[in-house]
């Protein structure tokens, strides 16, 4: 079984847009289907043929890199790679216990895209704490 995958997606990073007042994440916009249909064919294509186990534990890297001076958000980029791939490389993104992964924005003119890397995780850190907490 695979336990690590690293895609890239070319372009600039595009991130979660709320709605006005409600504060709900808006999902009908063009763009946002198109990023995160890109985010899963991305990570499709970097696992095809090879099986992937979506139970346990996942540590997550999301690095943004973008050419201008104008830089998103952390927080939104990770969250619109978090819910694309929800389903297919996670069951849950409250799975993802930690980040190994460097993880970030980068505003320095290098060519845009997004570089993902997902690890599954032999040990759930988070279930491990708990069993050994138990045991004292």
Same mark, same amino acid.
């Given at each position: 079984?695979?336990?690590?995958?690293?895609?890239?997606?070319?372009?600039?990073?595009?991130?979660?847009?709320?709605?006005?007042?409600?504060?709900?994440?808006?999902?009908?916009?063009?763009?946002?289907? #198109?990023?995160?249909?890109?985010?899963?064919?991305?990570? =499709?294509? /970097? %696992?095809? $043929?090879?099986s992937?186990?979506t139970? *346990? #534990?996942?540590?997550?890297?999301?690095?943004?890199?973008? =050419?201008? /001076? %104008?830089? $998103?958000d952390?927080?939104?980029?990770? *969250?619109?790679?978090?819910?694309?791939?929800?389903?297919?490389?996670?069951?849950?993104?409250?799975?993802?216990?930690?980040?190994?992964?460097?993880?970030?924005?980068?505003?320095?003119?290098s060519?845009?895209?997004?570089?993902?890397?997902?690890?599954?995780?032999?040990?759930?850190?988070?279930?491990?704490?708990?069993?050994r907490?138990?045991?004292?």
């Amino acid at each position: 079984t695979l336990v690590e995958i690293r895609y890239t997606v070319p372009g600039r990073p595009f991130t979660w847009k709320r709605a006005g007042q409600s504060g709900r994440r808006r999902f009908n916009t063009a763009e946002h289907e #198109a990023a995160k249909r890109m985010h899963w064919q991305a990570w =499709a294509a /970097a %696992k095809a $043929g090879r099986s992937w186990d979506t139970a *346990g #534990a996942f540590a997550v890297g999301v690095v943004g890199y973008y =050419a201008d /001076a %104008k830089c $998103g958000d952390l927080d939104k980029l990770q *969250g619109i790679v978090y819910d694309a791939l929800e389903g297919h490389a996670w069951t849950k993104d409250r799975k993802i216990r930690s980040v190994l992964h460097p993880t970030g924005i980068v505003c320095d003119g290098s060519p845009e895209r997004v570089e993902v890397v997902i690890t599954r995780l032999s040990v759930d850190p988070v279930q491990d704490a708990a069993a050994r907490k138990r045991r004292k």
